[in-house]
């Protein structure tokens, strides 16, 4: 049988073949390095090998006892840890103009939305206060809000549907600013804060950058092309070292509808003429892509804003691109330019970084207001040879022309899945959250699986994506040309392939070293170097037979000098684990639970609401909550040594 690899060329192998090989020759520590020495030979890059160990904030190693999976319908952590829930969806954000408690039973107005948590926890990060400061006792938590549950959302869910119930699932979308403190060990939300705020998919936020004002920008509403109402389905996120939130726009697509014809650039980012199932066009017309065709080209961008200001505007910095972001992580090149990764996760998308044009100002924060604006946007190609490169997708260059189709930076930019296409990309297994060493700038990113690989008419297998229909996912990392994030080279290899090691077919057993898990997809590293992976296997998914072994979705800590992994903690039923932080001392942990009792069918019965799951509120609450969760130490020690 004969695959393809991404670039056309062809594989004469079986997949299970290939695979078994992908384990036998998978590249150790010592065989990466050998990599990147082979590609400092081969392009004479000046590629340093020293070890990871140094530079770094604190010195750590996996000190915790690792615990079992679990199908309870609880949160559970190792011995001598304790985690207690502290923000779940409907809580009061604390904002001075009032703080509407949470109802059980779903009976919150769209005006008390605006006022309290949002659905869906993700991404989420903590901004010490005040700024500059190391205060693990006192700071802003951060967070994003994905998508709703309209069966969980409102009493009678989709029943006698309105522009109300619409505006209150626009409210429950966006981001959390919410002030916490600490006395004691134990945290709280700070409420009233004068910090506190939420920003929606109602918030009007500003358009900078290449494609602001651009003509694929403007609407009827916004003939400027420079002002756009919201940002929706921020999945992860990041953060600048200057102390600002970047939210990032993930599967906006599945908000439209269109009653027309849809546009090439709609069909490639996967609008759908009926739409997901918001139903927001119903009364807001402006998802109705057939008659608004430029409102989807605002969306699906990387949000900038400043927590620390509750009354800054936040701005989507077209510069990054347009596809289902994931987040942005960032580091800083050796000449001080801010580099940010970025992962497209779709089926066969691509993995990006974006470097900025200006070295970002240490001082004065507010010299980096607009540094996002001004740089260039780079797509990764894997190489099978263990070595990639990072493609140019600027307007002039190679086939980003108007020969091509191609009519200025702006387009480029906007249909950025479209330019990826046109360079040559490696269409990768869906790829999620991206993690920076902190001393080696090693970079890590989860691919968290693609049912779709290797089927008719789709990307065959190659070395980075190594697995036909790829249930379970892998995490890979690369290692840039003179240990420079802005480097144009690096060389990889794959860190661990998920999977269940008792799996009846071999190719889904993986490599795992230590605690299995499947479909990776949060992924953090602490001060320490510790690597922190979160899952997210689908609650379909596990319901099928020999996934159950693997439980409920969970979060572990991984040592990359061994490889070793342990399963730090286990989730409700039904919810995926997605976004951890710690506070600068590393005795606090904020962890997000998304979507406890999420159904296999896709949203809950509004009658049923605690079919699936009854986590946080247990049987005195009316449905299941995302919450933000705290995880301390018992003895108040260092988490996870
Ligand atoms: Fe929202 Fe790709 O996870
Ligand atoms: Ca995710
Ligand atoms: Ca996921
Ligand atoms: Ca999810």
Same mark, same amino acid.
């Given at each position: 049988m004969s695959h393809s690899y991404s670039d056309g060329r062809t594989l004469n192998d079986s997949p299970n073949t290939t695979f078994e090989q992908i384990l036998e020759t998978r590249l150790s520590r010592r065989g990466l390095l050998k990599g990147a020495v082979a590609l400092a030979v081969a392009g004479s890059l000046p590629l340093s090998v020293a070890?990871?160990?140094?530079?770094?904030?604190r010195e750590g190693g996996l000190g915790f006892r690792g615990i079992a999976v679990s199908t309870a319908d609880a949160v559970r952590v190792p011995e001598g840890y304790a985690a207690n829930v502290l923000y779940a969806w409907g809580?009061?954000?604390?904002?001075p103009s009032g703080s509407p408690a949470f109802r059980p039973d779903a009976g919150n107005t769209a005006d008390d939305q605006a006022l309290q948590a949002g659905m869906h926890h993700d991404g989420i990060h903590y901004f010490p206060l005040p700024y500059g400061s190391d205060n693990s006792a006192n700071g802003l938590l951060v967070m994003n809000h *994905?998508?709703?549950d309209d069966g969980l959302l409102?009493?009678?869910?989709?029943?006698?549907?309105s522009a109300d119930k619409v505006r209150k699932a626009q409210n429950a979308h966006g981001c959390s600013v919410i002030e916490v403190r600490a006395a004691g060990g134990k945290w709280e939300v700070v409420?009233?804060?004068?910090y506190a705020r939420r920003v929606t998919a109602r918030t009007p936020l500003r358009i900078s950058g290449p494609?602001?004002?651009?003509a694929g920008m403007?609407?009827?509403?916004?003939?400027?092309?420079?002002t756009v109402l919201g940002t929706f389905n921020n999945c992860a996120h990041g953060f600048t070292p200057w102390g600002t939130y970047l939210t990032c726009e993930e599967n906006?697509?599945?908000?439209f509808t269109s009653s027309g014809t849809l546009m090439p650039d709609q069909k490639r980012n996967g609008?759908?003429?009926?739409?997901?199932?918001?139903?927001?066009? *119903?009364?807001? *017309?402006?998802?109705?892509a057939g008659r608004h065709?430029?409102?989807?080209?605002?969306?699906?961008w990387v949000v900038e804003f400043d927590?620390?200001?509750?009354?800054s505007q936040p701005v989507k910095?077209?510069?990054?691109?347009?596809?289902?972001?994931?987040g942005a992580w960032s580091a800083t090149a050796r000449d001080g330019r801010l580099v940010v990764y970025l992962g497209d996760?779709?089926?066969?998308e691509y993995i990006y970084k974006f470097i900025s044009r200006d070295a970002w100002n240490r001082v004065d924060r507010?010299?980096?207001?607009?540094?996002?604006?001004h740089g260039t946007l780079y797509v990764a190609r894997f190489h099978d040879d263990g070595n990639g490169e990072w493609l140019p997708l600027v307007h002039g260059q190679g086939k980003l022309t108007r020969e091509y189709g191609f009519a200025d930076q702006a387009d480029v930019l906007i249909r950025t899945r479209a330019a990826a296409d046109a360079v040559g990309a490696t269409k990768m297994d869906r790829p999620e959250w991206i993690a920076v060493h902190p001393a080696s700038h090693e970079v890590y990113c989860t691919l968290?699986?693609?049912?779709?690989? /290797?089927?008719?008419?789709k990307a065959g297998i190659d070395?980075?994506?190594?697995?036909?229909?790829?249930?379970f996912g892998q995490i890979i990392r690369w290692r840039e040309a003179g240990d420079d994030?802005?480097?144009?080279k690096f060389a990889w290899d794959l860190f661990a392939i998920a999977?269940?090691?008792?799996?009846?077919?071999t190719a889904r057993? /993986?490599?795992?070293?230590?605690d299995a898990y499947g479909s990776p997809d949060g992924l953090w590293f602490d001060d320490s170097g510790l690597l922190w992976i979160q899952t997210d296997v689908s609650a379909s998914t596990l319901n099928k037979?020999?996934?159950?072994?693997?439980?409920?979705n969970q979060m572990l800590a991984a040592d990359i000098r061994t490889g070793e992994t342990r399963r730090f903690l286990t989730g409700p039923n039904g919810c995926e684990v997605t976004g951890v932080v710690m506070t600068p001392d590393a005795r606090t942990m904020f962890v997000n639970i998304q979507h406890?009792?999420?159904?296999p069918q896709g949203r809950n019965d509004p009658l049923q609401p605690k079919a699936h799951s009854a986590w946080?509120? /247990?049987?005195?609450?009316g449905r299941p909550r995302s919450a933000t969760v705290v995880i301390r130490r018992n003895d108040g020690g260092i988490i996870g040594t």
């Open positions: 070890g990871c160990a140094t530079g770094l904030r809580d009061p954000v604390g904002h *994905e998508y709703t409102h009493a009678d869910g989709f029943a006698n549907w409420r009233p804060s004068r494609a602001a004002g651009s403007k609407t009827a509403a916004d003939p400027a092309g420079t906006w697509d599945t908000y609008v759908s003429p009926k739409g997901r199932g918001y139903r927001w066009d *119903e009364f807001d *017309e402006r998802f109705d065709p430029h409102e989807p080209n605002r969306h699906g927590p620390y200001d509750p009354q910095r077209t510069a990054l691109g347009r596809f289902s972001h994931e996760d779709r089926r066969f507010n010299a980096n207001r607009n540094l996002l604006d968290t699986n693609n049912s779709q690989r /290797g089927t008719k008419d070395r980075a994506n190594p697995r036909a229909n790829n249930v994030p802005a480097g144009m999977g269940d090691p008792q799996h009846p077919d057993r /993986g490599n795992i070293k230590g037979n020999h996934y159950e072994r693997l439980g409920n406890p009792g999420e159904s946080p509120d /247990g049987s005195s609450g």
